[in-house]
């Protein structure tokens, strides 16, 4: 079974770009989980996606960020425009069922950095 | 919101020695909390999950306790190995609001030397 797979793995953009980053979950998984880690800090939900409905985006910091799941597959989460604070490693996860009763399953993440 | 905390940073043990790391949290609302293993470049891997009504949970050689007076879960890894080196996380669930959102502590880097 193919496992959560994320791309890039590193992207390195200049303040005030654009960038997107893609996350195929494991076939199956309604659930789809976007986190950051920020250096030297701990891991930070983002959003949740109930296949292509956002459960909980609560977790998003500002506008700038834009999460999509577009038929309840792959997701993509844009980055526009990017400022310093972005950096940092964006991890997806996808699940079975219903809330954390269901393991989550991280990608490797990816790793962005913005000069 | 929920706080975790995993109160060492690091950890160095022997091999085959017991590895104890803890993971303390705030505002029980109730929780099922999880530990994951990370490897460095890698994402966080599933290793147990522990409910609040729940005392204690075991895998092989991995043990997870809960106590919800303490608000508190010890993660044992018993004879220990230098392939266990790796850093840990805790992670807690707030079953009573956000199903399915996790809250991490930083993690806890565990060495094993031989």
């Known amino acids: 079974e193919a496992g959560v797979t994320q791309f890039p793995s590193h992207s390195v953009i200049e303040k005030g770009q654009t960038v997107t980053l893609r996350c195929d979950p494991i076939?199956?998984?309604?659930?789809l989980y976007w986190y950051r880690r920020v250096m030297g800090k701990e891991i930070k939900f983002l959003l949740h996606?109930?296949?292509?409905?956002?459960?909980?985006e609560s977790g998003m910091p500002n506008n700038r960020f834009l999460a999509e799941r577009t038929g309840g597959t792959y997701s993509t989460l844009k980055v526009q425009p990017a400022e310093l604070e972005d950096s940092g490693v964006y991890f997806c996860?996808?699940?079975?069922?219903?809330?954390?009763?269901?393991?989550?399953?991280f990608g490797p993440g990816t790793r962005l950095t913005v000069t | 919101s929920q706080k975790i905390e995993q109160n060492s940073e690091a950890l160095n043990i022997q091999e085959g020695k017991t590895a104890t790391l803890t993971c303390n949290y705030t505002?029980?609302?109730?929780?099922?909390l999880q530990w994951y293993r990370q490897d460095p470049g890698r994402g966080p891997v599933f290793l147990l999950l522990?409910?609040?009504?729940?005392k204690e949970k075991r895998k092989e050689r991995l043990k997870v306790t809960f106590d919800t007076t303490l608000k508190q879960s010890l993660f044992h890894i018993t004879a220990s190995q230098p392939a266990d080196s790796a850093t840990y996380l805790c992670?807690?669930?707030?079953?009573?609001?956000?199903?399915?959102?996790?809250?991490f502590g930083r993690g806890t880097q565990l060495t094993v030397w031989p």
């Open positions: 996606f109930v296949k292509e409905s956002k459960q909980d």
């Open positions: 996860a996808s699940s079975h069922g219903q809330g954390s009763t269901y393991e989550q399953y």
């Open positions: 505002n029980y609302s109730p929780a099922y």
């Open positions: 992670a807690l669930e707030d079953r009573g609001s956000t199903l399915g959102r996790l809250y």
């Open positions: 076939s199956g998984h309604d659930n």
């Open positions: 522990i409910r609040e009504n729940e």
